[in-house]
């Protein structure tokens, strides 16, 4: 699914997408940068509630192509300007970590008849 | 007339100029060679015409905290009145008498476009106290002491060591058996959480540019995250070098402190010593060194207490058995 279907699917307000088409194969939450470093699928969106520019490097190094920022956390101007630079996608919800993520799967179909 | 013959000198002392050993550090004796005396001099002049009383010259002297004035007119400069002149006016009771008849004449002036080092020598030839500069024209264009060189010195020495900190090193090419040769090397200073992740984001780029297989890239990017971050959480600052040769990636972070108690408790899982708010930031899980280690294909860390902490990372990039 691309990006922008899974922003419209989701109900994100987006606050920067840098390429709309891009392919997002899944989610994974953590708010721990070594977990996301560990752990994180190339191509998932990263749900967190960490609002700073270290988030986005961290995904564009395990390709994660957008952060969803939970319980509506402001985004500093410092990580606009890195997501810019870097092309990091950076979304915002009022839904907490659970919730965001479960839209996730029901949007691209994961863990439905599991 | 009671003209002085020539500029009074300061105390001598043993001392060797700067430039003329060669223990002096290149970088200062590059600096000493590359700033010319229109670099260093002050150029905002306090002078006094010939015609103005020693007692003027003496008054400007003390308003300004000076220890000498330049007898000019017109950009031309006629002498200079120095403390000694005032002193020897005061004594002979000619201190209301014109500067023009008692100041000293026969100077020894530099050009403003002589390279420092030829100042510091006719500093340490005449052990003068300052010396007039003039320009090609020989026009006054400013005057030179020991104190405005320090202050040069310092501002360029600052500025050269900010330089170096921040300068990566960089060396490109093969290693001479046809294998790919990279060396990078990256400053980490303590808590630049702004920065955090860019050398690690550096690499990543380069092994792209290589076209290294993703899961290799990965690997070796998140070793150099988790070093780069450990630097900034934990070390006073640190170097990070990356170096690709004989087919395999090694990164190597090193710090000159504090250094680590207990280095088997520190590369166990979920062990930390990070603080409120930089776990806050999601660093400080505990997790970084297990991460290096997970991601690599050799390990190693040494450290001691109160001394540094030298991590490395090895990944084969290329298959050992080819």
């Known amino acids: 699914m691309t990006l922008n279907a899974l922003i419209v699917a989701c109900g994100w307000e987006p606050a920067l997408v840098p390429d709309p088409e891009v392919e997002v194969s899944g989610a994974y939450v953590s708010d721990l940068l070594s977990d996301v470093m560990a752990h994180c699928p190339d191509g998932a969106v990263l749900i967190t509630v960490q609002n700073h520019t270290n988030s986005v490097a961290v995904c564009t190094l395990v390709g994660a192509p957008a952060i969803v920022l939970v319980h509506n956390r402001e985004i500093p101007e410092e990580m606009q300007a890195a997501a810019s630079r870097e092309g990091v996608a950076l979304l915002r919800t009022t839904d907490d970590q659970f919730h965001a993520a479960l839209r996730v799967g029901k949007a691209l179909g994961i863990g439905v008849g599991e | 007339m009671s003209t002085s013959d020539s500029q009074p000198p300061i105390a001598s002392e043993e001392r060797t100029t700067l430039g003329e050993t060669d223990n002096d550090p290149i970088v200062l004796l590059e600096l000493i060679q590359r700033l010319k005396v229109r670099d260093v001099m002050t150029s905002n002049l306090v002078t006094v015409p010939r015609d103005a009383t020693m007692q003027q010259a003496q008054e400007l002297m003390r308003q300004k905290k000076i220890s000498s004035v330049p007898v000019e007119e017109k950009g031309r400069l006629f002498g200079l009145v120095s403390i000694d002149d005032i002193i020897r006016a005061l004594v002979a009771g000619t201190i209301h008498e014109s500067c023009g008849r008692h100041m000293t004449t026969k100077l020894v002036v530099l050009e403003d476009d002589m390279p420092l080092s030829f100042a510091l020598r006719y500093f340490d030839r005449y052990h003068y106290g ?6 090609r024209d020989r026009q006054l264009v400013g005057i030179i002491c020991h104190r405005d060189i320090n202050r040069a010195l310092l501002v360029e020495l600052t500025q050269e060591l900010h330089r170096l900190e921040g300068a990566s090193l960089q060396k490109d090419g093969d290693d001479g058996s046809g294998s790919l040769y990279l060396l990078r090397e990256f400053p980490i200073c303590k808590y630049d959480f702004e920065n955090a992740g860019k050398a690690a ?3 990543k780029q380069v092994l792209q540019e290589k076209k290294l297989p993703p899961k290799i890239i990965r ?5 150099a995250y988790e070093l780069e971050i450990n630097l900034c959480v934990h070390s006073d600052g640190g170097v990070l070098s990356w170096q690709i040769s004989n087919g395999r990636s090694e990164i190597v972070a090193r710090d000159a402190g504090p250094g680590i108690e207990d280095v088997e408790w520190a590369c166990r899982d979920g062990a930390s010593t990070a603080n409120e708010w930089i776990r806050s930031l999601g660093f400080g899980a505990g997790m970084g060194l297990v991460n290096v280690r ?21 990944i084969y990039i290329e298959d050992k058995a080819s």
């Open chain 2, 130 to 135: 300052r010396f007039p500069v003039i320009n």
């Open chain 2, 201 to 203: 984001n550096q690499i």
């Open chain 2, 219 to 223: 690997r070796i990017a998140v070793a």
């Open chain 2, 294 to 314: 997970r991601v690599s294909d050799e390990f190693d860390i040494k450290s001691k207490k109160g001394s540094g902490t030298t991590v490395k990372s090895i």
